[in-house]
């Protein structure tokens, strides 16, 4: 029996609405449908473990092919079906769960599972109409589900972590005990904010993760910095949205810009680098700039509607990561962040950097 959580189960239903749909919906910043940017569905590609399962249109009939076998359903087989595995996924409760009738229906075209291919780079393949241009690409996306949790962009671990040294004309002797002792419930905004009382503060000094840094670098000579002041900015303020925080960072401009004709420095930049991490860039790995296969997101949104992000309309696609996107505090034991430590004399201090999609 096959089982799996919203977001596994998501794929499938993906599956099933844009076969039903015969089109694809692109979407603005907001999540909003663009109502005169619609994709036409030329054939949709999946790749499983037994093989690429193929499924095109014949009129209102969809043409299953795997290998030597071919298989023909109704679109309107397919439709009934996407609105019956939507509410199935709404309801439960479960973190894993099975559907035994949606199972069914899968199998009767010989899918077998609920996920593409681990090999498989995207998880669904798409070739479109694009009516301005004629032309018929292929795109690979990626699927992210609001019906489950809210996935992440880009994953914690002490490779995303910032190194700050502590600065002031006079550094406590007890600076480290005293601040580290501060237990609160948010302790890491709490002992910055003491730094600070002490007549100190933070200031950038490198990555802990040296590809990281050099990533950056890559995509902009200015990111490290930029990140560094993003990342204070959350860790004192009230707000964890990446567009809310990269708007403070416009309006203070720490890094000191010519800002005389309104370039947007900041907005430009953390776009180029969420759209980076977004299309295959890991910290722990050199980058090239080379994009992988999925070129975009399918966003399943909580009333069924699905919306195409891709770098085939790059505007579209870098507002959606600006504008969904937040900074989130992970395990500060787990992943060695959030203390003072000594360091040939030096007082230093650790932020880390974890980006999650907003539900």
Known sequence: MLTGNKGEWSEVYTLLKILSDKQLHTGDGNLNKIENLIFPVIKILRDESDGTHEFSYKNDIVVIKNDLEEFRIPVAVFQQQAVNLLSKIKESQNRAFSIPEIESFIKSFNSKSLKASSSAKSDIRIIIHDQRTGATPELGFSIKSQLGSASTLLNAGKTTNFIYKIVGDSIPKDIENKINSINTRSKIKDRIENIY?????????????????????????????????????????????????????????????????????????????????????????VWTGKLDATGGYLVVKEDGDILCYHIYNRNEFENYLLNNTKLETASSSRHKFGEIYKVNGDFFFNLNLQIRFLK
């Open 197 to 285: 009382l002490e007549s100190c503060k933070l200031e950038f000094h490198s990555l802990h993760n040296p590809t990281f840094e050099n990533n950056l670098i890559l995509i902009d000579s200015s990111l490290p910095k930029i990140l560094s002041e993003l990342l204070l900015k959350y860790n004192t303020l009230a707000s964890s949205k990446i567009s809310e925080l990269t708007g403070y960072l416009t309006e203070e401009n720490p890094l000191n810009f010519n800002v005389e004709s309104s370039h947007p420095y900041y907005e430009y930049k953390i776009k180029r680098f969420l759209t980076d991490i977004a299309l295959g860039m890991m910290p722990s790995q």
